[in-house]
């Protein structure tokens, strides 16, 4: 397996030598209570496991399906409410950046400073998370190949900033259809980088429903399964107590429940492969 240089965020380290690390959490910050709990809930099971784990929800989705649909709280209250989540629990923290305005305040905050997939290769976006010296998790483009990531990870590292993690999220095929190579993981890790297996997203369906993105939440365990199979340095999945009344990806989030009993045949798998 390709060696990969070590990734540190807070006191999670994703790539070689290290054990799968998690990346978990809400789609969209709901509620501060509501953040808590769930983050509450995510380290627990962490510990029980002693497995790292990084704490993700979104401050503000700028990229829903519909004009109408629920985005968040916005830059000021969603960074006070991760600011609150990472004191209670002291989980690193990931947020989405949508816009270079919102940079330097998230990485006051944040551990992880996530560029969201349709923005891969937004030059000046890459560039300022990068000066910001907090690590720069990119989502490959639907529209990327693995190897086209080269340069987008050139435009981070040259930079200034080594402090890279590459997540694969799956490919446009056809219309509301993605999937997922598992020849894409081994490609990506080629690159020198840690890679990441977003389930959550991979298993939409974009744009299916009448104004919201719909997707096949019933597949996420065998989905995790082959990524880790493959190779991969950390998982990412949205959960959420009750999927069906998330405010954002309800169709493809994890129930809560399930987390504890899927990370647990993670780690085990991923022992496995990386001791085969």
Do not use: W
């Amino acid at each position: 397996m390709q060696a990969v240089a070590p990734v540190s965020a807070g006191s999670v380290t994703f790539g070689t030598g290290h054990p799968l690390a998690f990346i978990l959490g809400p789609c969209v910050i709901e509620s501060e209570a509501h953040a808590i709990d769930t983050a509450l809930f995510i380290a627990d099971v962490a510990k029980r496991l002693a497995t790292p784990v990084v704490f993700k929800a979104s401050f503000d989705k700028a990229n829903r399906t519909s004009i109408t649909s629920y985005r968040g709280p916005g830059l000021t209250e969603g960074l006070k409410v991760l600011a609150k989540v990472k004191a209670r629990t002291g989980l690193p923290m990931l947020t989405d950046v949508h816009e270079v305005s919102q940079i330097a305040a998230a990485a006051e905050v944040v551990d992880i400073l996530q560029i969201p997939a349709f923005l891969s290769r937004q030059t000046d976006l890459l560039v300022a998370a990068a000066k910001t010296g907090r690590v720069v998790n990119v989502k490959k483009g639907q529209f990327l190949a693995p190897k086209d990531m080269r340069h987008v990870i050139a435009k981070i590292t040259e930079s200034g900033n080594l402090k890279v993690l590459v997540t694969e999220r799956g490919a446009s095929f056809g219309y509301h259809n993605l999937v997922v190579d598992p020849r894409a993981f081994p490609m990506l890790r080629e690159l020198g980088y840690p890679v990441i297996f977003d389930v959550t997203h991979s298993l939409q369906l974009p744009g299916a429903g009448d104004g919201v993105t719909t997707g096949l939440a019933q597949y996420l365990e065998p989905m995790a399964q082959a990524g880790v199979a493959a190779g991969v340095d950390g998982v990412f999945m949205e959960v959420h107590e009750e999927p069906s009344r998330a405010k954002s990806d309800a169709a493809n989030a994890l129930r809560l429940d399930l987390l504890e009993p899927l990370m647990r045949r993670l780690v085990a798998l991923d022992k496995i492969v990386k001791h085969a």
